[in-house]
């Protein structure tokens, strides 16, 4: 076995495989519902304080 064909099958190997799951999970999943997800990316969109962040200490009584 040459030196190419050691790092080209275990290269290939392992991108059928990650492509094999890519379209095993696009058969498999529902949409999404874009008017109920959560925010990608929460900067300065308030999400924070709403309770997505777990360490927010409640405020004293």
Known sequence: MT???Q???P???TLLV???LVIFDLGNCT???PYAAPAA?????????????????PPAK
Not at 41 to 54: I, P, V
Request: a positive charge.
């Open 41 to 57: 990316l929460a900067f300065g969109s308030g999400e924070a304080s709403n309770a997505a962040f777990c360490a927010l200490v």
């Open 18 to 20: 990650l492509f094999a």
């Open 7 to 9: 790092r080209a099958v």
């Open 31 to 33: 949409a999404l519902n």
């Open 3 to 5: 030196r190419l064909n």
């Open 11 to 13: 290269a290939f190997a």
